[in-house]
């Protein structure tokens, strides 16, 4: 089968490489074979490949990419919860069933092989079925992104309500699926990036002229948050940046609010003390699971949200879609069809 690879010790998108590798084992006891059809991007695979992801560098050549979406081809003895023919989208952490109860969790494209390859062996209940109407594009779009977006609003501390306001910080994957379930729930939503014209493409999605916020021009961005809130804050701040920018989300909370930390783009010193006088909370988000996974697609259903998706790239041009993604000339999701 085709498959890309991480060499062991990769240190950057050039050593990305194209290779043959032999056709998946037999499917053991509870796990599956999928036919990969799309896989997507997201920020963590550029930290991957360049050897910066927690742990550090590779140990291993690994196929990257951890979200994707495919046809089962196989089934092992005791799969009872999908069948051969039937689409369904990896979920990004992957746990043995036969395993001891809270066992180990472990997650594609690091430490496991990825979905950048034609087939991969999952586990059933590593596996869910895609949202009604979907193709494989969109559902490839959803493990990372849309889990952790749907994680940071409606799991983590008390989910949004209608009247909420909610921020977003950047136009990639996470946010703009943010933007989409706050505003299904019925929720206000304030956008921050550092592009005018990636701040004009999320008016179509429910962001009002008026709530977009160029961090350029306006480095004190949690100031404007607080003029546009009439001083009262936002509920939740969905955190894509990192610490380097924390601070400046504890300010811009109401009281009783919550931030998702989910960034790692920016580095820098935060003080908690801030959330003291806020009543507020800080709340780790690593994706979700998959009754998460699962809740978010009933949600989707009812909803009939749509991904975004900014580019759809070959499987032979996957390292270019690498290089887009790294350029950041996008909103939405990258997705490579396979």
Known sequence: MRAYIVPKSSTGIEQLRRIDLPDPQPPGPGQVVVRVRAASLNYRDQAVVAGRYIGGALARD????SD???EVIATGAGVSRVRIGEHVAATFMQVDPS?????????????LDGMLAEQIVLYENGVVPLPEGYGFEQAATLPCAAVTAWNALMVAGRPVRPGDTVLVLGTGGVAVFALQFAR??????IAISSSDEKLARLIPLGVREGDTINYRRTPEWEQQVLRLTAGRGVDVVVETAGTGTLNRSFSALAIGGKVGLIGVLASGESNPYLLMRKQASLHGIFVGDRAMFEQMIAA?????ILPVIDKVFPFEEAVSA??????????????IRI
């Open 99 to 111: 395993g001891p109860p809270g066992g180990a969790v472990t997650t594609l494209g690091s430490p």
């Open 68 to 70: 994707g979406a495919g």
């Open 322 to 335: 690498y290089r887009h993604q790294l350029a950041g000339s996008f909103v939405g999701k990258l997705v």
């Open 300 to 304: 989707i259903n009812v909803n009939r």
């Open 184 to 189: 299904a729930a019925g929720a206000r939503v």
């Open 62 to 65: 690994t196929v990257p990419l």
